[in-house]
């Protein structure tokens, strides 16, 4: 068939894709009327990963990533007494990202209060679960070198100090003492423990100026829920619903149009042939 045929074809059969789709649209969209909302809620989470010196640090979870995790729907199902599984809330969840570090986070629920109610859940828990991951990550290396360097020098204080206290008790009268090898030892010891509670003193004052630090290093996460949900009938979903079943149906009508035109193609053939035998018929019989 050429371009001409198949444009005769599909004039001569138009009404059959035209009634398909008008019948498929009209019942589609009284169903879609006909049937329970759906309810969708966004809220808008904010989450910087630059602190106020504008450096970057390095970043553990991205907002996205935590929103998708089993911590937070575990945390949100617990929060709400909520009788779904994690598993099942999680697919439920929908995070898209904007500009300047915004994120919009979806759900779509049959009630419009529990719509609300779980997206602004949700975003609480993102934001906190977002600063406490990443937070966490940045200075778990620094508390740890931390503790291990006290008790290194606590350890050292503690035995200078327990070695001039033992010597103290030993020699009661040291000082008045006349053998200069006592008296040394006596003064070597007394600057051992000073030299150590020194060190001790010094580290404690340097950890608090890098704990500041640390915790500053944190804040180069913040997050915090900047819009909170409300909830709007879920429209689109009931649109895009009846244009697929608007789609189908013309193509539906289209393969029709040409099964239908192939089966009188093929009727029309075996009529010619039986004709054409019912005339050579008659022909040998005259």
Known sequence: ????????????????????????????????????????????????????????????????EVVASDTLALAVVKQLSLKETPAKLSERIRVTAGHSDLYTVTITDPSADRATTIANAVAQQAAQIYQEKNATASSSLFVANVETERASLLKRFTDAERALLTFQGQHPRILQSSDVDLVLLYHHLQLDQQAAAAAYQTFEQQTTTETVRALSQANNFPASVLDPAVAKPDTTSRYLKIAYAAGLALLLGLGLIYLLEYMDHSIRERQGVLQNRVREGVRRAV
């Open 1 to 64: 068939m050429d371009i001409d045929e198949h444009w005769r074809v599909l004039k001569r059969r138009a009404w059959i894709p035209i009634l398909l789709v008008v019948v498929t649209v009209l019942t589609a969209g009284g169903i879609a009327i006909l049937s329970k909302p759906t309810y969708v809620a966004s809220a808008t989470v904010q989450a910087k990963t630059t602190g106020s010196s504008g450096t970057t640090p390095a970043q553990t979870l991205s907002l996205q």
